[in-house]
């Protein structure tokens, strides 16, 4: 409290007692104890009142401590269970939490992981991925700017995500607690097999195979490649103490249309400890023809190579480079890609008027807009000689196909003509521009029909800029080369509208996301909110029937089918309004990868440990493993003096005193006969 404040309450303590005494003792005829209560209770009562209005600021200081975070995270893929060892984590996990030496020491957080990582203090180790990865990535999120130790009870075996040896920060030490066997056995394995998901029908498709050996003996394998009863191709292999791993390159032919499966295997007269390791099944869809998508240029520009990739990343599209004059190459393609068309281009539009081939518009610094305007109807351009730079804006109401924000506001602007860009008739815009985040209303990506013929507008060069982004936001170019895909198959497909759209692919293997996408359309083509969607799944076998229902995202509906079994299945998506309906099918492949190990990755997690300056333990060190944690002094408790500065006028309490003195005062005075 301030002076002022301390010389304000003994004044009022000097009101108080004076009030008292003039009411209760001046000219008073007698002085009983009665009479000394009431005043007594009366100077209560007015200095309380009195301190109220001078509302002096309470101080309170309490010390507070915070203990450093200890994240220990447990494995919670079925690989723990395969190598055996879902007890003995269980055990290490108790030994670890329930230490009272490191309770006090640290705060403990307990976490699982698998595909993903979450809080939580029970396992049942049925996790179908195991990413350590996202063990690092949120962690290191969820204590930020804190230096804190981690405990990870884990076999190391990565089934997905990045390489997590150099993903955790370096500041915080990681101290890998290994689980499983770590004994030699010997084992024969499939590492890894490259096939494309589509080959075409009367060609050979390749298929690259990777084979791992765990041994110290020379021996020789058979691997070979099986479709229904027959041998499609084999090889012997040899492994030695000195030659651990072998590759093939195999070309199988396609002599049969639609979904083919087929099944590789690795043998020798050995037997194995794990033998689920040595047989892969893989797919393969063998379509009879591809389409041809032309990309017609008169310059040469970044944009057509990155064009060209992202088409042709989907094993069905073929790409070819066309000059303006060069109409006679234009014989059955599926899609007219026109990059900055100008006065050169007019063969090219007057042989598509009778073709009617769907086009995709590509504009730039170089496009003439007064000839596009004379050529096309459904934009129309007022542009002026300056160059501008546009921002795009994802428009979510967008209908036409399903198609999911991949980032566009992160994009690199595109270069275009400055000026006004109008729509004329049937136009949906999927991206809007934007010139230094104000929005123009006009359309920088559009999709427009007219007569049954589909045309799409990119308005601006330097899309390069957009798939190389995607790939720094992603580590990868798919889910930009499948946007590409989605208008390409947009314009490849007839313009027969249909109310319901389903997409799914022909096989899954087992593990992966099983995404089943569909959008209902009412009678004026546009996309219904309201509809209700179920989907019936059907094994072919068993013939056991499962139903759900498909949840509404932004512009589709979607349902999620993880958890079915290996095997072949029919389903069947309805409408439950107009009961349309689309019936379909695909298969899941037998293939579970964490029941590929026979070993933990020990090599992996001394690394890992070895990157953050922390030790990798065994199951059988925890008590070294813990000690530790204990010894290192880098790990403090911070003790923090919290200063909570409290009005008086905030003490509810003091109201209440000051109601029940009053209330005190009246009843003895009452009692009395004073009133």
């Given at each position: 409290m301030?002076?002022?404040t301390?010389?304000?309450?003994?004044?009022?303590?000097?009101?108080?007692?004076?009030?008292?005494?003039?009411?209760?003792?001046?000219?008073?005829?007698?002085?009983?104890n009665?009479?000394?209560l009431?005043?007594?209770?009366?100077?209560?009562?007015i200095?309380?009142?009195?301190?109220?209005?001078?509302?002096p600021?309470?101080?309170?200081?309490?010390?507070?401590?915070?203990?450093?975070?200890?994240?220990?995270?447990?494995?919670?893929?079925?690989?723990?269970t395969?190598?055996?060892?879902?007890?003995?984590?269980?055990?290490?996990?108790?030994?670890?939490?329930?230490?009272?030496?490191?309770?006090?020491?640290?705060?403990i957080?307990?976490?699982?992981?698998?595909?993903?990582?979450?809080?939580?203090?029970?396992?049942?180790?049925?996790?179908?991925?195991?990413?350590?990865?996202?063990?690092?990535?949120?962690?290191?999120s969820?204590?930020?700017?804190?230096?804190?130790?981690?405990?990870?009870?884990?076999?190391?075996?990565?089934?997905?995500?990045?390489?997590?040896?150099?993903?955790?920060?370096?500041?915080n030490?990681?101290?890998?607690?290994?689980?499983?066997?770590?004994?030699?056995?010997?084992?024969?394995?499939?590492?890894?097999?490259?096939?494309?998901k589509?080959?075409?029908?009367?060609?050979?498709?390749?298929?690259?195979v990777f084979l791992?050996?765990?041994?110290?003996k020379?021996?020789?394998?058979?691997?070979?490649?099986i479709?229904?009863?027959?041998?499609?191709a084999?090889e012997?292999?040899?492994?030695?103490?000195?030659?651990?791993?072998?590759?093939?390159?195999?070309?199988?032919?396609?002599?049969?249309?639609?979904?083919?499966?087929f099944?590789?295997?690795?043998s020798?007269?050995?037997?194995?400890?794990?033998?689920?390791?040595?047989?892969?099944?893989?797919?393969?869809?063998?379509i009879?023809?591809?389409?041809?998508?032309?990309?017609?240029?008169?310059?040469?520009?970044?944009?057509?190579?990155?064009?060209?990739?992202?088409?042709?990343?989907?094993?069905?599209?073929?790409?070819?480079?066309?000059?303006?004059?060069?109409?006679n190459?234009?014989?059955?393609?599926?899609v007219?890609v026109?990059?900055?068309?100008?006065?050169a281009?007019?063969?090219?539009?007057d042989?598509?008027?009778?073709?009617?081939?769907?086009?995709?518009?590509?504009?730039?610094?170089?496009?003439d807009f007064?000839?596009?305007?004379?050529?096309?109807?459904?934009?129309?351009?007022?542009?002026?000689?300056q160059t501008?730079?546009?921002?795009?804006?994802?428009?979510?109401?967008?209908?036409l196909?399903?198609?999911?924000?991949?980032?566009?506001?992160?994009?690199?602007?595109?270069?275009?003509?400055?000026?006004?860009?109008?729509?004329?008739?049937?136009?949906?815009?999927?991206?809007?521009?934007?010139?230094r985040?104000?929005?123009?209303n006009?359309?920088?990506?559009?999709?427009?029909?007219?007569?049954?013929?589909?045309?799409?507008?990119?308005?601006?060069?330097?899309?390069?800029?957009?798939?190389?982004?995607?790939?720094?936001?992603?580590?990868?170019?798919?889910?930009?080369?499948?946007?590409?895909?989605?208008i390409i198959?947009?314009?490849?497909?007839?313009?027969?509208?249909?109310?319901?759209?389903?997409?799914?692919?022909?096989?899954?293997?087992?593990?992966?996301?099983?995404?089943?996408?569909?959008?209902?359309?009412?009678?004026?083509?546009?996309?219904?909110?309201?509809?209700?969607?179920?989907?019936?799944?059907?094994?072919?076998?068993?013939?056991?029937?499962?139903?759900?229902?498909l949840l509404?995202?932004?512009?589709?509906?979607?349902?999620?089918?993880?958890?079915?079994?290996?095997?072949?299945?029919?389903?069947?998506?309805?409408?439950?309004?107009?009961?349309t309906?689309?019936?379909?099918?695909?298969?899941?492949l037998?293939f579970?990868?964490?029941?590929?190990?026979?070993?933990?990755?020990?090599?992996?997690?001394?690394?890992?440990?070895?990157?953050?300056?922390?030790?990798?333990?065994?199951?059988?060190q925890?008590?070294?493993?813990?000690?530790?944690?204990?010894?290192?002094k880098?790990?403090?408790?911070i003790e923090?003096?919290?200063?909570?500065?409290?009005?008086?006028?905030?003490?509810?309490?003091?109201?209440?005193?000051?109601?029940?003195?009053?209330?005190t005062?009246?009843?003895?005075?009452?009692?009395?006969?004073?009133?």
């Amino acid at each position: 409290m301030t002076k002022n404040t301390i010389l304000l309450l003994l004044l009022s303590i000097v009101i108080s007692g004076g009030l008292s005494y003039f009411q209760y003792f001046f000219k008073a005829k007698s002085k009983s104890n009665v009479i000394v209560l009431l005043a007594f209770l009366r100077f209560l009562v007015i200095f309380s009142l009195l301190v109220l209005l001078i509302n002096p600021i309470v101080t309170k200081n309490s010390l507070e401590i915070t203990k450093t975070p200890l994240a220990i995270a447990v494995d919670n893929s079925s690989s723990i269970t395969a190598l055996k060892s879902d007890k003995k984590v269980l055990e290490l996990y108790k030994e670890l939490t329930s230490n009272a030496a490191l309770r006090e020491k640290f705060d403990i957080q307990s976490y699982q992981f698998d595909a993903d990582l979450k809080s939580s203090q029970e396992f049942d180790f049925k996790g179908k991925q195991t990413n350590l990865d996202a063990v690092a990535k949120n962690l290191k999120s969820i204590n930020r700017n804190t230096i804190f130790p981690t405990v990870i009870i884990t076999d190391g075996n990565q089934t997905t995500g990045n390489d997590y040896v150099y993903r955790f920060d370096p500041v915080n030490k990681v101290y890998p607690l290994i689980v499983g066997d770590t004994t030699t056995f010997f084992d024969l394995k499939i590492n890894q097999l490259n096939v494309n998901k589509y080959a075409f029908h009367k060609n050979k498709f390749p298929v690259e195979v990777f084979l791992q050996y765990a041994g110290d003996k020379n021996i020789t394998a058979d691997f070979s490649i099986i479709q229904g009863n027959s041998v499609v191709a084999k090889e012997k292999v040899s492994f030695s103490s000195s030659k651990k791993t072998a590759s093939l390159n195999l070309l199988l032919p396609a002599d049969k249309v639609g979904l083919q499966i087929f099944k590789a295997n690795i043998s020798s007269p050995a037997k194995e400890k794990n033998s689920y390791n040595n047989i892969k099944n893989f797919a393969v869809e063998v379509i009879d023809q591809k389409s041809t998508i032309a990309i017609v240029s008169s310059i040469n520009h970044p944009d057509i190579a990155a064009l060209k990739r992202a088409v042709e990343s989907n094993a069905q599209r073929k790409v070819i480079l066309v000059k303006p004059n060069e109409i006679n190459l234009l014989q059955d393609v599926s899609v007219l890609v026109l990059y900055q068309p100008n006065t050169a281009f007019k063969p090219v539009f007057d042989h598509n008027k009778l073709a009617g081939t769907n086009t995709f518009i590509i504009t730039g610094k170089n496009t003439d807009f007064n000839f596009l305007n004379q050529q096309q109807n459904n934009l129309v351009f007022k542009m002026s000689g300056q160059t501008e730079d546009y921002l795009n804006e994802f428009q979510s109401q967008f209908n036409l196909f399903a198609i999911d924000n991949i980032g566009f506001e992160n994009f690199p602007p595109l270069q275009n003509l400055f000026g006004t860009v109008s729509t004329n008739g049937n136009v949906s815009v999927l991206l809007s521009s934007k010139i230094r985040n104000v929005s123009t209303n006009a359309p920088l990506l559009a999709f427009a029909e007219n007569q049954n013929k589909r045309t799409a507008f990119l308005l601006g060069e330097n899309s390069w800029k957009w798939r190389l982004q995607s790939h720094i936001d992603n580590q990868s170019f798919e889910k930009y080369d499948v946007f590409i895909d989605k208008i390409i198959q947009y314009l490849a497909t007839s313009a027969s509208k249909k109310s319901l759209v389903v997409t799914h692919e022909s096989f899954y293997n087992s593990g992966e996301a099983i995404v089943i996408n569909a959008q209902y359309f009412n009678k004026n083509y546009e996309f219904d909110e309201k509809a209700r969607l179920t989907i019936s799944v059907t094994n072919t076998e068993t013939k056991q029937t499962k139903n759900y229902d498909l949840l509404k995202g932004n512009n589709s509906f979607s349902v999620n089918l993880d958890g079915l079994s290996a095997g072949k299945y029919n389903f069947s998506v309805k409408e439950l309004n107009t009961n349309t309906s689309y019936s379909g099918h695909f298969e899941i492949l037998d293939f579970d990868i964490e029941k590929q190990f026979v070993n933990p990755d020990v090599v992996k997690l001394k690394q890992l440990a070895l990157q953050t300056n922390g030790k990798a333990f065994f199951e059988n060190q925890t008590d070294l493993l813990i000690n530790t944690l204990l010894e290192n002094k880098e790990y403090k408790s911070i003790e923090k003096n919290i200063s909570t500065k409290t009005p008086i006028i905030d003490w509810v309490w003091l109201l209440v005193l000051i109601a029940l003195l009053l209330t005190t005062e009246w009843f003895v005075r009452k009692y009395n006969g004073l009133l």
